[in-house]
Antibody
Framework: QVQLQESGPGLVKPSGTLSLTCAVS?????????WSWVRQPPGEGLEWIGE???????KYNPSLKGRVSISVDTSKNQFSLKVYSLTAADTAVYYC???????????WGQGVLVTVSS | QSALTQPRSVSGSPGQSVTISCTGT?????????VSWFQHHPGKAPKLMIY???QRPSGVPDRFSGSKSGNTASLTIHGLQTEDEADYYC?????????FGTGTKVTVL
């Protein structure tokens, strides 16, 4: 069974950088699929942040205007998210997910709450 | 790109059927047959219920069904059960990115 676990700081300062990691078990990060990050601000809906392929190709949500970066670490079987120039609007539960055989997120992590505040 | 439009809430009694709509544009919902639906209980991981408009992953009850017409996709829950009470989100693949719906709270009366 594929399992994903997000980790990272729960509190980050405005204008700073958020770094999150998604540890994958039960599957290889090098398998032929995509790996996504999705977030949910308090009281709001889900927002797709971006994704990375097994070969390192990336796609990002245009609305985040170049403030995000996703990378993969095959040696640790994990992938990571960085969000730059943080504001309070980046406060959210952040989820990582693995895609299925097509463009859909099949397995999800439990999520981690990140608060942007001074 | 804007979030896909879903009703804020729907409700039904046990055993009844409810349908959740998901309205987008010709650039997302209407562009590809790649619409998925997720069930989300607060504090838990979202669960994939439908992918590719109408396909059910293994383990999802056949009470859940999906369809699409033009720029609107729909999720129907037949024979509503108490454990179906949750938030539901649609998601459409739009070529180089994904767009989620605004979310619908399903209440079992």
């Amino acid at each position: 069974q594929v399992q994903l676990q997000e980790s990272g700081p729960g509190l980050v300062k405005p204008s700073g950088t958020l770094s999150l990691t998604c540890a994958v078990s039960g599957a290889s990060i090098s398998s032929n699929t995509w790996w996504s990050w999705v977030r949910q601000p308090p009281g709001e809906g889900l927002e797709w942040i971006g994704e990375i392929s097994h070969s390192g190709n990336t796609k990002y949500n245009p609305s985040l205007k170049g403030r995000v970066s996703i990378s993969v670490d095959t040696s640790k079987n994990q992938f990571s998210l960085k969000v730059y120039s943080l504001t309070a609007a980046d406060t959210a539960v952040y989820y990582c997910a693995r895609h299925g055989s097509g463009p859909y997120q099949e397995f999800w992590g439990q999520g981690v709450l990140v608060t942007v505040s001074s | 790109q804007s979030a896909l439009t879903q009703p804020r809430s729907v409700s039904g009694s046990p055993g009844q059927s409810v349908t959740i709509s998901c309205t987008g544009t010709s650039s997302d919902v209407g562009a590809y047959d790649f619409v998925s639906w997720f069930q989300h209980h607060p504090g838990k991981a979202p669960k994939l219920m439908i992918y590719d408009v109408s396909q059910r992953p293994s383990g999802v009850p056949d009470r859940f069904s999906g369809s699409k017409s033009g720029n609107t996709a729909s999720l129907t829950i037949h024979g509503l059960q108490t454990e179906d009470e949750a938030d539901y989100y649609c998601c459409a693949f739009a070529g180089n990115f994904y767009v989620f719906g605004t979310g619908t709270k399903v209440t079992v009366l």
